[in-house]
């Protein structure tokens, strides 16, 4: 940017020799005619050694910026990174302003048609060479093996999602069992509620009867006699709680009876007594054993 800069000011330098050739006065116009016979009979001349002069300073400014900036590429290669950045922007801002030093404002030239002139421009000089870091390369290996590990966590946690899901299933379903097992205890509830009501109702109805149980009855008076003729052929042969054996005077008839058991001519069995060995009939006879069983 600097070399650019400076031959742009001496091509302005050698307009504005010519512009002062130009620019006299009206007056002298005779002067001016010969001079420009002159410059166009004669070349200018260029005198190299002004020009080297000029870009002299520029040249030291631009490799002394180049040396800083060596020197600061060789300090910031042992940084960081972050650092190095900060100093290429750093660097770029003060080659900017070091540019603006050298710069002048451009002149206005004289509209006037210049007469031929050789330009000398210097060459450009080469861009300066910024090193690049070396980029860190990353072995295969680890790639692989990062790759990897991050298809072994996607896998676990799909699978976690799956276990997530069957036990997202198992809880409704045990949710709905809840249910219907409260459901099933509700109807046991009134069921039950039912029954206690019904088994009230009996406890009342038990209640009665043996209100009604309690009341006294008049006795009953029984005259027990003892069958004669054909009835008192009948003797108690065995007796046990609930039955009883009969047979007759002569040996020859042996009969079972129990409570409620009619026996022909005599009556029914009202009471079968072990303890005291004895059938009661309902005609108010009793059967005990015969002489030779007592």
């Known amino acids: 940017m600097i070399d650019d800069k400076d031959t742009d000011k001496d091509t302005e330098e050698y307009h504005l020799g010519d512009a002062d050739l130009l620019g006299m006065d009206s007056k002298d116009s005779s002067t001016v005619d ?12 260029i005198k190299p050694q002004e020009s080297e002069e000029k870009e002299e300073p520029s040249q030291l400014a631009s490799s002394k910026s ?6 600061f590429f060789e300090d910031m290669r042992s940084k960081n990174k972050y650092f190095i950045i900060g100093g290429l922007v750093g660097i770029f801002i003060l080659y900017y302003f070091i540019s603006l030093m050298f710069e002048k404002s451009p002149t206005k030239p004289v509209m006037q048609n210049p007469a031929p002139q050789k330009i000398i421009s210097s060459p450009a000089p080469l861009p300066d060479i ?4 070396p980029q860190p390369q990353i072995p295969l290996g680890f790639v692989n093996e990062v ?14 999602q799956a276990d997530l899901q069957t036990v997202t299933s198992t809880l409704t379903s045990i949710q709905t069992s809840v249910n219907e097992m409260k459901q099933k205890m509700a109807d046991l509830d009134k069921a039950m509620a039912g ?3 019904q088994v009230e109702a009996k406890i009342d109805q038990l209640k009665m009867l043996d209100i009604s149980k309690q009341k006294p009855k008049p006795k009953k008076i029984h005259h027990h006699r003892r069958a004669r003729g054909s009835n008192s052929s009948i003797y108690l042969q065995a007796i046990i709680p609930g039955r009883a054996w009969l047979i007759n005077k002569d040996g020859t008839n042996t009969f079972t009876v129990r409570e ?11 009471v079968i007594d072990p303890e005291q060995s004895r059938v009661v009939l309902t005609s108010g006879q009793i059967i005990t054993f015969g002489q030779w069983d007592s």
């Not at 910024?130 to 870091?133: F, G, N, R, T, V």
Request: charged share 35%.
């Open 34 to 45: 010969k001079n420009a016979e002159k410059s166009k009979s004669e070349p200018l001349k």
């Open 66 to 71: 180049a040396d800083h900036v060596e020197k």
């Open 130 to 133: 910024i090193p690049k870091e």
């Open 147 to 160: 790759k990897a590990k991050i298809s072994q966590v996607i896998n676990d946690e799909q699978k976690t």
């Open 195 to 197: 029954m206690t009501q």
């Open 260 to 270: 409620g058991t009619k026996i022909p001519g005599i009556g029914v069995v009202q």
